[in-house]
């Protein structure tokens, strides 16, 4: 019984984290460029790709994508925030280091797809940081 209370706490405290990030995210002005219509925008959007020289194939979900002002956006969701012991800018730094190869995945993704250019970013919504990374 005191699991299944503490469960339920927890539960309650993801919910309002959750609560939290949205109500940040959409008062947020790149947060709301990022929710806003655009043109070819999708959201958990699936691509396949062959690897291996087509022996066998992968599949990506891409959290956000959208083209605005002629350039292609991925936007990678990440629900985290910093540890006690960093400040915002080391928090970015590291996330930035430890996502940048996935990000340059997605990118050559789209470049197949489509002659945009192709620009990419972290968004973490419990505090309303965008965060663009250089893709190659």
């Given at each position: 019984?005191?699991?299944?209370?503490?469960?339920?706490?927890?539960?309650?405290?993801?919910?309002?984290?959750?609560?939290?990030?949205?109500?940040?995210?959409?008062?947020?002005?790149?947060?709301?460029?990022?929710?806003?219509?655009?043109?070819?925008?999708?959201?958990?959007?699936?691509?396949?790709?062959?690897?291996?020289?087509?022996?066998?194939?992968?599949?990506?979900?891409?959290?956000?994508?959208?083209?605005?002002?002629?350039?292609?956006?991925?936007?990678?969701?990440?629900?985290?925030?910093?540890?006690?012991?960093?400040?915002?800018?080391?928090?970015?730094?590291?996330?930035?280091?430890?996502?940048?190869g996935q990000l340059n995945h997605?990118?050559?993704?789209?470049?197949?797809?489509?002659?945009?250019?192709?620009?990419?970013?972290?968004?973490?919504?419990?505090?309303?940081?965008?965060?663009?990374?250089?893709?190659?």
């Amino acid at each position: 019984r005191d699991v299944e209370r503490s469960r339920g706490l927890g539960d309650v405290y993801k919910r309002q984290g959750l609560a939290s990030a949205i109500t940040l995210t959409v008062k947020d002005s790149k947060g709301q460029w990022i929710l806003a219509q655009h043109s070819q925008a999708y959201c958990e959007q699936s691509l396949s790709y062959s690897r291996d020289s087509g022996e066998s194939f992968g599949m990506s979900v891409i959290d956000r994508t959208f083209i605005d002002a002629g350039i292609r956006w991925i936007i990678d969701y990440k629900f985290t925030r910093p540890t006690e012991q960093e400040t915002n800018a080391q928090f970015e730094q590291r996330q930035m280091n430890y996502y940048k190869g996935q990000l340059n995945h997605y990118a050559s993704l789209y470049r197949q797809m489509g002659p945009e250019p192709v620009r990419c970013a972290l968004y973490f919504p419990q505090i309303a940081m965008f965060s663009p990374i250089t893709v190659e």
